[in-house]
């Protein structure tokens, strides 16, 4: 009898486990909305300017004629109810509401709007509410050639503005 008190004795002091604290494990995400599709397959939107003499941005504050154009997104999801734009490009550097000229004409910016006239220098945004019926954004936008400086030679006229896109 003896031996087996002492074997019950030896088994209940193994048996006992030691515990920790509880601990709470967070786990966080977020869900964004999905992505419209732009209408051009992601080549570059092409904006052909008008042909200027010289002599029509002679003085600051020229221009050329505004030539519209349409950025298009499509096969926006249905609960996506609003896309901006956000552009970014290498400013001007007489004006840094325009867009610098990297072709050979000199002292001549790009410059880009809304078609209701605000100015979409680098870093501006522009929000347009994506249609419920067709899920699609279309950003009317305009461009032209302006100098801040006047004074400018014969070349070419060229800019580059990367629109970015965000949902909601």
Same mark, same amino acid.
């Given at each position: 009898?003896?031996?087996? %008190?002492? !074997? +019950?004795?030896?088994? &209940? ?6 515990? !920790?604290?509880? =601990? ?19 080549? #570059?939107?092409?904006?052909? +300017? ?8 002679? =003085? ?14 499509? @096969? ?6 609003? %896309?901006?734009? &956000? ?16 072709? =050979?004409? =000199? @002292?001549?910016? *790009?410059?880009? $709007? @809304? ?6 220098? @680098?870093?501006? &945004?522009? /929000? *347009? ?8 954004? *279309?950003? #009317? ?6 100098? &801040? /400086?006047?004074? *400018? ?8 503005? $990367? ?6």
């Amino acid at each position: 009898m003896k031996t087996s %008190s002492l !074997a +019950l004795v030896i088994f &209940t002091g193994l048996s006992q486990s030691s515990f !920790a604290d509880p =601990t709470q494990i967070n786990i966080n995400g977020t869900v964004v909305a999905s992505a419209c599709t732009v209408e051009n397959d992601g080549s #570059p939107v092409q904006v052909t +300017l008008d042909t200027l003499e010289a002599k029509s941005l002679a =003085t600051a504050g020229e221009s050329g004629e505004w030539k519209t154009f349409d950025l298009k997104l499509i @096969n926006c999801p249905a609960t996506t109810t609003v %896309s901006t734009a &956000t552009f970014a490009g290498t400013p001007a550097t007489a004006n840094a509401n325009m867009y610098a000229n990297t072709g =050979t004409a =000199t @002292n001549v910016e *790009v410059e880009l $709007q @809304n078609t209701a006239g605000t100015q979409l220098g @680098n870093g501006a &945004t522009y /929000a *347009v509410n994506v249609d419920a019926s067709t899920h699609e954004v *279309v950003y #009317p936008l305009q461009a032209r050639a302006y100098t &801040t /400086a006047g004074s *400018v030679t014969p070349g070419s006229i060229v800019g580059s503005v $990367q629109a970015t896109f965000t949902y909601q």
